[in-house]
């Protein structure tokens, strides 16, 4: 019989997180913290694990932390602002533009989203030192999380189990990029060589370190591409291979999925926090879906974009665009569309956005329509999502094999084509691959990094002047450097 039994106070030295937690974990009943440690029960090690992955499940997939400001800050997506509708005090225009502040809410959002979860796993860590498995996943667990601090805040405290209270200190981007090595180097070989969807095993801890590897010159000023290659080298060899449907990765029941590494495992009954339907879709696509609540009419793709796909390109369905229907088939209107709006009431998703601010149509805009959004779907989807996958591997085996001076870059970047229902290229370019990763992995918190790597993150796009250099980082949270004065903010800001 399982029942959950505690409530633990931890002071963790980062602020924000000296709380107490209720932890939704669950152990054996009459099973003592003894029994626990002398225990290799796999079902055991399950359950005392589930309360760390809980915190990566968080808010991730929702609106107004890590992901919305990953993609909102690329030329993938933007929020306009329609008359008071979603102004929010300028954050998002801000965001998009390039000219955010330490004290927008969305960086202190994903910043406690971040270190909460290291703070589970920490927890667990003091709690249960005697477990090597265990130790293991979550110690790359929190590596992972770390990438995630690493490549938004660059100069981010280490707060381990080790660490005493106090207010931390920054550590240097080499730090936080060598604690994420070292993590996972001495860690990985102590996971499974299985296919475990929403677990870290052998095989994510080196899809993690490919990652890492592949924008190393970035966060420390050394390129380590034959390293992001052996370890990409070391995912594809592994169980996954590409699915024949592009989308059956994103379905509401993707869990079988042969491509996807690593799922946050969402439900709308049991692990809420996946508001994409909500985030982007217009008001009257409620009736679309049969969505049980009101979409908030948001998220849409800038025009150029959009228009980057070829209309062969089966990855063009990531977007929805045109005349949209009701589910019996009848015509959906926006009774509320504006005098100026060419479609006129008849609800037609554009490419075209008409301005950024502040009066962007209620129409305008290519919405997010790459997960599926399931027939009578609460504001939570069950989607899983998946935030590593053989895709994204591939392509970084490419771009690391043809920087090196490689041979293998086209016969990858051409596998990606041909799913897509592309022709194969006669040759490839880092130009290619950057054009071929925004296609493959739109929506999927890749854009700002990729842009940041390839330079193209300063440039002007639309509605967005060229940005200062200090822009590749987000700031510190105003909210943390005001509770912690040891934290010291990044350049620029």
Known sequence: MFKSIKKICLLVPVVMLASCWELDQEVLDGVTADDVANSDNPVLIDVLKASAYSRIVGSWGGHNSIWSIHEVASDELAIPQKGADWEDGGLWLRVHRHTWQPSDEAFNNSWNYCYSAIGEINNLLIQY?????????????????????????????????ASTGGNPTNNTRQEVFDFIESSILDNAALLPQVDSKTTMNFYTAHAVLAKLYLNAEIYTGTPRWADAEAAAD?????????STNFFSNFSTRNGGSTENIFTLPYDENNAGGFNLAQMTLHYSSQATYDLQEQPWNGYASLEEFYNSFDDEDVRKGSFLEGPQFASDGSRLNDISAEDEDPDGEPLTFTPEINMLAPNALRQAGV?????????????????????????????????????????????IVNQIRTRAGLEGLSSVTLEDIYDERGKELFAEASRRTDMIRFGKFNEPWWEKGASEPFRALFPIPLQQINANPNLVQNPGY
Do not use: C, H
């Not at 070391?234 to 590409?242: A, C, F």
């Not at 997010?368 to 989807?381: D, H, I, Q």
């Not at 998946?386 to 090196?404: G, H, N, S, T």
């Open 129 to 161: 030192p005697d477990l090597p498995a265990l130790n293991a996943e979550l110690k790359i667990l929190r590596a992972f999380v770390y990438l995630w601090l690493i490549d938004s805040f660059g100069n981010v405290p280490i707060v381990t189990e």
């Open 234 to 242: 070391v995912v594809i060899g592994g169980p996954y291979s590409l």
């Open 367 to 411: 919405r997010v329509g790459k997960f599926e959004f399931a027939t009578g779907a609460g504001s939570n989807l069950s989607n899983d999502y998946p935030l590593l996958r053989l895709a994204d591997i591939m392509l970084i085996k490419a771009e690391a094999d043809l920087r090196q001076g490689g041979s293998e870059a086209l016969d």
